[in-house]
């Protein structure tokens, strides 16, 4: 089968299309031929060897697919050749950027006839994402006020769309370009603002009347996650899912006593622990997406064979939404 590995960690450059011999599933595993593959930052901290786990060389990055059962495992049970499903792989043996792949049948969740591979490959990893990050640790309340950065890529629109499907009151989005800040706006963002200017969380506390938001979505670190600690309401939650920029961000934990503020890590991996947590949220993310309540924004689909130009495109932020490999 056609794949796309990397032998040393380093640039785009280092995603070679190879060869490998097609996996076989264990017991309780299945075999996707692959329709959908989502393209992830993960994916590109795995390259540059900079991923929260490490990442053994050589390796096939990619956790996001969607596609067809052609094979099932001794004892799997639920799950039949020719069935349409979506999962995450685990995020020590990924293998997603390829033709065909094995997953367990735990974490395969049945793709809705009105919904398509790419829609569904967009859903696991930031789907699931924005949906706890708001929910199960940002504990998001009716008619909170919600600030959301990058409110135009993966996460965020889906975070800005969720918001709004959860109750909150006021949602503000960021983006560094007025054709991004337009997108959130269209997605359901209360107001915009542009984190690239100096001072911008002044803006989100005049949107707020001073008193600041209730939860905060944060995934950029460095200035961009102290700046935000400005944007608290007391009792104000933020997340922390990401560190963008390469900075690791310095703070005084004794800081956040005053207005009973607190700082949330937020892994997905960590999540997928909890079976019932994570397929009953999917299901729920494929059902909004099904009956047109959550938009996708597909930024584009490629061959798979143009994954390092894919990955160029996304760290260089020069795309809007989702993007899709296909094999």
Not at 27 to 36: G, P, Q, S
Not at 138 to 157: F, P, Q, Y
Not at 262 to 283: C, D, E, H, T, W
Request: with cysteine.
């Amino acid at each position: 089968m056609k794949a796309i590995q990397l032998s040393q960690y380093g640039g785009p450059e280092v995603l070679k299309l190879v060869e490998l011999d097609k996996p076989a599933p264990k017991e309780n595993e299945v075999l996707l031929e692959i329709k959908a593959i989502g393209v992830n930052y993960a994916d590109t901290a795995r390259r540059e060897g900079q991923y929260v786990i490490p990442t053994p060389l050589p390796f096939v990055p990619g956790a996001e697919v969607a596609g067809i059962v052609t094979a099932v495992g001794e004892q799997v049970t639920k799950t039949k050749v020719g069935d349409k499903v979506v999962t995450l792989l685990s995020s020590k043996r990924a293998t997603g950027y390829a033709e065909y792949t094995v997953a367990h049948e735990s974490g395969l969740i049945p793709v809705p006839e009105n919904v398509s591979f790419e829609q569904a490959c967009a859903l696991p990893l930031q789907g699931l994402s924005a949906y706890h990050i708001l929910k199960t640790m940002g504990r998001l309340e009716k008619d909170e006020t919600v600030l959301i950065h990058a409110a135009a890529g993966g996460v965020g629109s889906l975070a800005v769309q969720l918001a709004k499907h959860f109750g909150a009151g006021n949602i503000i989005a960021t983006a560094s370009t007025e054709e991004k800040r337009t997108v959130a706006k269209q997605l359901g963002a209360d107001v915009t603002v542009n984190y690239t200017e100096e001072n911008w969380y002044e803006n989100v506390l005049e949107a707020t009347e001073g008193k600041g938001v209730d939860v905060a979505l944060e995934m950029a670190g460095g200035r961009i996650f102290n700046d935000t600690l400005l944007c608290l309401a007391p009792f104000g939650r933020v997340v922390i899912y990401g560190v963008a920029s390469g900075e690791q961000s310095r703070f005084y934990p004794s800081s956040l006593m005053a207005k009973n503020q607190s700082v949330i890590g937020f892994f997905l991996p960590q999540m997928m622990r909890k079976p019932a947590l994570f397929q009953q949220s999917l299901v729920e993310l494929l059902q909004l997406v099904g009956t047109g309540k959550l938009k996708l924004t597909i930024g584009g689909t490629y061959p798979l064979e143009e994954a390092s130009q894919v990955h160029e495109m996304l760290q260089g932020r020069k795309t809007i939404g989702k993007l899709i490999l296909q094999p």
